[in-house]
């Protein structure tokens, strides 16, 4: 089943005197492989149609039949920035643990490289529309083009954070220094 792109939401108000409810199905892509012997790790390249790297994920290496989902979030920008200043911001989001972003893939042409044991396989897939959304390809794209930008300043806007930080740290160092100094 080809991964769909929707708004997960929950809506038992309409579903009588009794509420039944059961699991769906992972959100994103679902990519199922097989490995003839243990691989250790497995690095799995998402690219985008023009080739541009959209995410990069682990999955499992044991040997068989092996799953892992690709929730659709894109790599983040500032994944280098949080790694250098993780824990040691003014606070904020992103938690400094990298990796995606809010900033989710739109419909369109995929293709998934698994790497393991040193060798490299290629496949294809598709990201469709939720069958519900009106909204026209033209007008996902120029969303995701405007959305990239948000992102792109929330990634100058940790870094500016992680600055000020290291600022604040270094003046409270230096006013300790100062206060044990005999006055002149």
């Given amino acids: 089943m080809p991964p769909v792109r929707y708004t997960?939401?929950?809506?038992?108000?309409?579903?009588?005197n009794r509420v039944w409810v059961a699991r769906n199905q992972p959100y994103g892509a679902i990519i199922n492989y097989y490995l003839p012997a243990d691989a250790g790790s497995v690095r799995l390249s998402i690219r985008d149609r023009a080739g541009r790297l959209v995410q990069t994920i682990s999955g499992p290496g044991k040997?068989?039949?092996?799953?892992?989902?690709?929730?659709l979030a894109e790599r983040s920008p500032c994944a280098d920035a949080r790694t250098r200043a993780a824990g040691r911001g003014r606070?904020?989001?992103?938690?400094?643990?990298?990796?995606?972003?809010?900033?989710?893939?739109?419909?369109g042409e995929y293709t998934v490289t698994l790497a393991a044991a040193g060798t490299e396989t290629r496949q294809?897939?598709?990201v469709r529309k939720a069958p519900r959304l009106?909204?026209?390809?033209?007008d996902l794209a120029a969303w995701h083009q405007e959305a990239t930008v948000i992102v792109q300043t929330q990634c100058a806007l940790q870094r500016a954070s992680a600055d000020l930080g290291k600022l604040e740290r270094h003046a409270t160092r230096v006013i300790r220094a100062m206060s044990t100094c005999p006055d002149a």
């Fill in 124 to 126: 294809t897939f598709t």
């Fill in 134 to 138: 009106t909204v026209s390809d033209a």
């Fill in 91 to 107: 606070g904020g989001r992103g938690g400094g643990r990298g990796g995606g972003t809010w900033l989710r893939a739109i419909p």
């Fill in 8 to 16: 997960p939401a929950s809506d038992t108000s309409v579903l009588g």
């Fill in 63 to 71: 040997a068989g039949v092996n799953r892992t989902v690709w929730n």
